[in-house]
Nanobody
Framework: QVQLVESGGGLVQPGGSLRLSCAGS????????MSWYRQGPGKERELVAS?????????NYVDAVKGRFNIARDDAKSTMFLQMNSQQSDNTSMYYC???????????WGQGTQVTASP
C-alpha cells in the first residue's frame, strides 16, 4: 500500500521549534522529489520547501521561511523532515507531505499534520 504519513505536528509558541516527519511506504522513496506544503485557515495550499531526488538533493524554500526552516531526507529510512525554527504566531496550518517522480504524473499526498501557533 502506497502511503505518506506525516507526524510531529502540535502546538508551538512564537519563536519555538517543531520537527515534522513524513514516512513513505509502498514505493521507491529515493526516486521521488519531496516537498512540504501548508494550508492555513481560509487560505490556499502553498509550497513551503522541496528537496530533489537526484544526487545534488537541491533544496528550495518559500521566501517566508528561508533561514528558519530546513528540509532534509533520509532515503535509507524513506523519510523526509522539516525542521521549523523561530515559529511565527500566524503559522497555524495543516502541513502536507508531497512526493513526485520527475517527468511523470506519478505523485502522492499525505493526510497532513496540524501545526498550531499559540498566540
Amino acid at each position: 500500500q502506497v502511503q505518506l504519513v506525516e507526524s510531529g505536528g502540535g502546538l508551538v509558541q512564537p519563536g519555538g521549534s517543531l520537527r515534522l516527519s513524513c514516512a513513505g511506504s509502498g514505493f521507491i522513496f529515493r526516486n521521488y522529489a519531496m516537498s512540504w506544503y501548508r494550508q492555513g485557515p481560509g487560505k490556499e495550499r502553498e509550497l513551503v520547501a522541496s528537496i530533489g531526488s537526484t544526487s545534488g538533493r537541491a533544496t528550495n524554500y518559500v521566501d517566508a521561511v528561508k533561514g528558519r526552516f530546513n528540509i532534509a531526507r533520509d532515503d535509507a529510512k524513506s523519510t523526509m523532515f522539516l525542521q521549523m525554527n523561530s515559529q511565527q504566531s500566524d503559522n497555524t496550518s495543516m502541513y502536507y507531505c508531497y512526493a513526485r517522480r520527475l517527468y511523470t504524473n506519478d505523485d502522492k499526498w499525505g493526510q497532513g499534520t496540524q501545526v498550531t501557533a499559540s498566540p
